[in-house]
T-cell receptor, first 109, second 115 residues
Framework: KNEVEQSPQNLTAQEGEFITINCSYS?????LHWLQQHPGGGIVSLFM???GKKKHGRLIATINIQEKHSSLHITASHPRDSAVYIC???????????FGKGTRLHILP | DVKVTQSSRYLVKRTGEKVFLECVQD?????MFWYRQDPGLGLRLIYF???????EKGDIPEGYSVSREKKERFSLILESASTNQTSMYLC??????????????FGAGTRLSVL
């Protein structure tokens, strides 16, 4: 079983829909990251979380440390949000980074 | 804006060739990283460096070496390229401290094909 699981693997939605991507992990962590990778490969760091909730524009990230779960929400989704979203955690056990396999999001106009 | 520049977006090499992938960052970051990304496997750490001339193995260092002669430049070397090294390679940099403390900034990636 992977230590970081994302769901769904793929998501297609209409423009304007509210999007939720989930990340569950099984190790103790010091921080969780959400990354965005556009077609072509470049990766952008969206959020770094260790507790609570963060908001940036239409993006919201939440984390529940007790439940070992994080969600990334996109409000009023737009075709330019189409990308792969990757969850990554910093493991307390060995201070290593563990990546999820990513969620491919496609927003239709 | 932080800029992490990888020298090539696409590269095609032959089996057995020596391959250099270059990465330059302009934010005076101490840490630099090389990852490879494969379908179904996600991102995996090959090597990282926390200072000039310092290097640490990541999860999959076999078949690779690195060089950091200057703070802003981190090179990934494939001594003798093999077909199983066909992949997307991503460079990243950050201030000192691990993923638990700092955001990493990524380059655009180099898609390497080894024929």
């Amino acid at each position: 079983k992977n230590e970081v699981e994302q769901s769904p693997q793929n998501l297609t939605a209409q423009e304007g829909e509210f999007i939720t991507i989930n990340c569950s992990y099984s190790v103790g962590i010091s921080a969780l990251h959400w990354l965005q990778q556009h077609p072509g490969g470049g990766i952008v760091s969206l959020f770094m979380l260790s507790s609570g909730k963060k908001k940036h524009g239409r993006l919201i990230a939440t984390i529940n440390i007790q439940e070992k779960h994080s969600s990334l929400h996109i409000t009023a989704s737009h075709p330019r949000d189409s990308a792969v979203y990757i969850c990554a955690v910093n493991s307390l056990r060995d201070d290593k980074i563990i990546f999820g396999k990513g969620t491919r999001l496609h927003i239709l106009p | 804006d932080v800029k992490v520049t990888q020298s090539s977006r696409y590269l095609v090499k032959r089996t057995g060739e020596k391959v250099f992938l270059e990465c330059v960052q302009d934010m005076d970051h101490e840490n630099m990283f090389w990852y490879r990304q494969d379908p179904g496997l996600g991102l995996r750490l090959i090597y990282f460096s926390y200072d000039v001339k310092m290097k640490e193995k990541g999860d999959i260092p076999e078949g690779y070496s690195v060089s950091r002669e200057k703070k802003e430049r981190f090179s990934l070397i494939l001594e003798s390229a093999s077909t199983n090294q066909t992949s997307m390679y991503l460079c990243a940099s950050s201030f000192l401290g691990g993923w638990g403390e700092n955001i990493q900034y990524f380059g655009a990636g180099t898609r390497l094909s080894v024929l």
